[in-house]
């Protein structure tokens, strides 16, 4: 992966960058184009990366203007470009609908809630004592996948909640082509409370993954 631009530089020079860098590093066995812009979101503060993948070293130029005029008025923090001789594995299965996704969200976030209770006896014996109802904060990943003229692009989303990030997520993808689904990360492997709140009804929790914490 090469860092063509970065948050900084003229905008005019990102579709250039990826220009120059897919013609002077195109080899005779290179086979697809991976154009990613990482980024975050200024109003809402959603984090987002979005890839392209072609064929056709011809429409990289039009691909990363694609790719910036879907995302102006974000802070672009880098554009970076891969070269495949074998071709990219695509990271979403694209496995769900739109109205699909609240419900998936909602059992995601009770299977980090359950996992909590189960595992840490202070939070449990607090939200017996308190009756409160637990709500969990939890980073929610969601990914969509769009085509248009043979270029797929993947989008892929982060923050608490999804109300936030879908609206963004969606907007995006639309400006890049026809949507094929919807992708959500539910694995749940050792979640950990790194904060916990109460209101009259609600015992409110901020929870990682156990291996995000800093060492």
């Known amino acids: 992966m090469a860092i063509v631009w970065e948050w900084g530089s003229e905008l005019d020079l990102l579709v250039q960058n990826c220009e120059r860098y897919v013609s002077s590093a195109w080899k005779q066995d ?3 184009c991976a154009i990613a812009l990482h980024g975050i979101e200024r109003n809402e ?3 987002y990366s979005i890839t392209a993948y072609t064929r056709s070293r011809t429409d990289v130029a039009d691909i990363a203007s694609r790719l910036l005029n879907a995302v102006l008025g974000t802070k672009i923090r880098y554009c970076s470009v891969e070269l495949s001789a074998e071709g990219f594995p695509k990271k979403t299965s694209a496995s769900y609908k ?3 996704l609240p419900k998936r969200v909602e059992l995601l976030l009770s299977e980090v809630g359950r996992r909590l209770l189960e595992k840490d006896e202070s939070l449990r014996k607090r939200a017996e004592q308190t009756r409160r109802r637990l709500i969990v904060d939890w980073l929610i ?6 085509r248009s003229s043979g270029t797929i692009y993947l ?3 982060h923050d608490t909640f999804l109300d936030v990030i879908f609206p963004f997520m969606k907007k995006v993808a639309l400006k890049l082509g ?4 919807y992708g959500l990360y539910d694995k749940v492997e050792d979640p950990i409370a790194i904060d916990t709140k109460e209101d009259e ?3 409110h929790v901020t929870a990682i993954e156990k291996a995000q914490l800093v060492k």
Do not use: K, N
Request: net charge negative.
């Open 178 to 181: 026809d949507i094929d689904g």
């Open 30 to 32: 290179t086979t697809e």
């Open 98 to 100: 739109e109205e699909e």
């Open 155 to 157: 989008v892929d989303c």
């Open 45 to 47: 503060g959603v984090t």
């Open 141 to 146: 990943w969601l990914s969509c996948q769009a």
């Open 201 to 203: 009804e609600h015992l």
